[in-house]
């Protein structure tokens, strides 16, 4: 009886907590006037909110910010004109704007522990491009990445504009099987091509960087040291990856989206506040952006305040976590991962031993409500529409809280949706586990 009453006890308490969680999680923005004003963009809205609802996001550049960022850019301050800096606007009725936008330069500078933040660039592409136009001249070059081996379009691929007005040549690493940098290379290359700039940071690689050595080649060759990271600037911010500025680093360009957890868009740090704090302010304003979005700048401080919290460090480690018991069931299945694994929050993968190319496995996993992207890898044979990897990561999976086990369990169900993917049946019994998996985990709509 006394047993039978402590079951009872338990369910209703289960009961209870699912209740709770159901009712202050995964709350519907409100969209009441938009209902009545335009029902296509309101019914994309809530498309959208299902398709993030029910499916599992692996894109490892995504994440889902809390109900607090959302409502900050969803203000009033997208009304306003503010061309210019804090204390220095063209417009006047600035005070709200200028409080904010102090507010989320010094939560920025205290997260990266640095002295100097430009808030203001739209997104991580205009950052890096605000950037490289603040320090060099045309024709000017700049060492970075091997595309192929995990750099960014910005880092200077031929279809983009920069291309035309700066120089980029390139390191790649020495080993995939390993990930480690080529670092004589770099050496080689920048002692040869004299850059003003060496770059790290990168879109697609797993492991993490000596920015020590990076920082000693710099000055060998009288080249700045910067760190594009946008990818991996929560995990600098929450502790769990070292900081490039405490290496000898004179720049970190970063978007405030991706594990940073904050709205879309971007942002440019300097660890002093120095001659080129004042060139970067130039750069991005009036240089190459009209007036700055102070309702992404106002839900950027409400992001970087969440990311100042120590909630937040365990966050990060946990990213961490999850994407290592994602790698420990890939390696297990034999699936080649370049680089070797992971030691941040993506995996590139190889997954041509499954006899599937990254296009083809990204459509199925969507299939079956499992999101990531194609990828091309290292020295890639396929053609780039059609290449030989897939790229995912835990940042979104982690905010929802997966832990260990169920990103394991997700590892579980891709490799099994593509080692069949020509049964339906098959198919049929992964959506069903990945909705499954999504139901017991809603998105937060807070973190604090
Ligand atoms: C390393 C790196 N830099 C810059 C960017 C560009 O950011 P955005 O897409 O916000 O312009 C990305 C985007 O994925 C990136 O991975």
């Not at 910010?65 to 606007?89: D, L």
């Amino acid at each position: 009886m006394c047993a039978l009453g402590m079951r009872i006890g338990f369910l209703i308490q289960y009961i209870l907590r699912s209740l709770i969680k159901y009712i202050i999680m995964s709350t519907p923005q409100d969209l009441s006037f938009l209902e009545k004003q335009d029902e296509k963009i309101y019914d994309a809205i809530r498309g959208e909110e299902q398709r993030e609802r029910d499916g599992l996001e692996l894109i490892p550049s995504e994440n889902y910010v809390s109900k607090a960022v959302q409502e900050a850019m969803g203000s009033v301050f997208t009304n306003k004109y503010s061309e210019g800096y804090p204390g220095k606007r063209y417009y006047g009725g600035q005070e709200f704007t200028d409080a904010v936008e102090r507010l989320a330069q010094s939560r920025a500078k205290e997260l990266f522990n640095c002295k100097f933040a430009n808030v203001q660039p739209l997104s991580g592409a205009p950052a890096n491009v605000a950037t490289y136009f603040a320090l060099l001249e045309p024709g000017d070059t700049i060492l970075g990445m091997d595309l192929s081996h995990g750099g960014h379009l910005t880092h200077g691929h031929p279809v983009t504009y920069i291309t035309k007005i700066f120089n980029f040549v390139r390191y790649g690493m020495k080993d995939t099987t390993t990930g480690e940098i080529d670092y004589e290379e770099m050496r080689e290359v920048a002692k040869k091509e004299n850059p003003k700039i060496i770059l790290a940071g990168y879109s697609a690689y797993s492991r993490e960087v000596d920015y020590a050595k990076i920082s000693e080649i710099a000055r060998e060759v009288g080249a700045l040291a910067i760190m594009d990271a946008a990818h991996i600037a929560g995990l600098i911010a929450g502790g769990v990856h070292k900081n490039p500025f405490d290496y000898g680093f004179d720049v970190i360009l970063t978007t405030t989206h991706k594990t940073l957890r904050g709205p879309r868009g971007g942002m440019i740090l300097t660890h002093s506040d120095s001659e080129i704090a004042k060139k970067i302010n130039k750069s991005v304003f009036p240089g190459f952006q009209g007036g700055p979005h102070e309702h992404q700048i106002a839900a950027k401080a409400v992001a970087f305040g969440e990311a100042l919290r120590p909630e937040f460090k365990d966050y990060t480690a946990q990213i961490i976590k999850n994407a290592k018991a994602m790698e420990e069931v890939f390696a297990t299945n034999d699936i080649r991962m370049l680089g070797g694994g992971t030691s941040n929050h993506l995996i590139l993968a190889d997954v041509t031993s499954l006899g599937i190319n990254g296009h083809d496995a990204q459509e199925l996993l969507d299939e079956v409500g499992i999101t990531l992207n194609k990828n091309t890898i290292a020295d890639d044979p396929n053609p780039p529409m059609r290449p030989s990897g897939i790229r995912f990561g835990t940042p979104a999976l982690t905010t929802r809280g997966f832990n260990e086990e169920d990103c394991a369990r997700t590892a579980e169900l891709m490799i099994e949706a593509l080692k069949n993917k020509d049964s339906e049946s098959v198919k049929e019994k992964v959506r069903k586990d990945v909705r499954e998996l999504a139901d017991a985990h809603p998105i937060p709509d807070s973190f604090v």
